[in-house]
């Protein structure tokens, strides 16, 4: 029997890549029912190897064909939440819009994914991790003036910026429906949430308290207490000794004087 917080709830998910498959993954750990709707020919999660495809159930559907539309419908009719991350209007065309499901389901959570919004001069352009980080600032910060932008993975993007700000508004719409008994669209971008993600360093440009070049601040390489050596056996050590207990200590292991934390 499915354990959780989440157990007792249905999601379907539209087979696709990148943050919606791991918002679902998400969904799954916490104890939903997660059915994944692939296409006819593609290969079950459960045998692609791909670990973020883990915990789903799946159903192989033709969705040129407007009976494989009606046996999505179906499902939407008791289902909890139905989540798609492809570009705008591609569900609409479909005849799986938010309008559609919820005329079946008035209860259904609807949960968008996409890069750039689902309107704008870029919503409808092709693009990745990379790209929408980058419009949003974020990955100008990271790295340094050698290296210039390094991106970190597609983890600030795809998945913090993305998906996680994805569950979250579910999440708040189940909890909301609670309430109502009417569910609503989540419309989760990913330079959205990875604007929202910045908003501590934003702060601390406000309070004159973060400079705009790589390795000049606090958090992002420039203190010689945060950051990373490499040691003489080829690996490196990450040092975190913000607070003047742990710089203490740091000192203190060292066998050195580093002075004040503020004095280099």
């Known amino acids: 029997m499915t354990c959780g917080p989440l157990a007792g709830f249905k999601v379907l998910e539209m087979a696709g890549i990148g943050p919606a498959p791991f918002a679902c993954m998400l969904l799954s750990d916490l104890g939903a029912d997660v059915i994944r709707i692939d296409r006819v020919g593609a290969e079950a999660p459960a045998n692609s190897g791909d670990f973020v495809a883990r915990g789903r159930r799946s159903i192989a559907v033709n969705l040129k064909d407007t009976k494989g539309i009606e046996v999505v419908l179906k499902l939407v009719e ?8 492809f570009r705008p209007g591609v569900m609409e065309k479909l005849g799986l819009g938010p309008d559609a499901c919820a005329a079946r389901n008035p209860g259904i959570v609807y949960g968008r994914m996409t890069g750039w919004g689902q309107s704008g001069p870029l919503s409808s352009a092709a ?61 989760a971008a990913i330079c959205d949430g990875t604007i929202s993600l910045t908003t501590a360093i934003h702060a601390f440009k406000a309070m004159a308290m973060w400079q705009d070049g790589r390795c ?4 992002d390489g420039g203190a010689h ?40």
């Open 78 to 85: 008791s289902a909890d939440v139905i989540i798609e991350g």
């Open 127 to 187: 693009g990745h991790d990379i790209n929408y980080i980058a419009i949003t600032g974020a990955l100008d910060a990271i790295g340094s003036e050698q290296s210039g932008p390094v991106p970190p993975l597609n983890l600030l993007g795809d998945y913090a910026g993305g998906a996680m700000y994805l569950v979250v508004g579910i999440l708040s719409a189940l909890l909301e429906r609670v309430h109502s008994e009417k569910g609503q669209v989540v419309d």
């Open 216 to 219: 000049d601040n606090l958090l």
């Open 225 to 264: 207490f945060y950051a990373n050596y490499l040691c003489a056996d080829g690996k490196y050590i990450s040092l975190g000794a913000i607070e003047p207990k742990f710089y203490s200590l740091l000192a203190q292991k060292l066998e050195i004087d580093l002075g004040e934390p503020g004095a280099h």
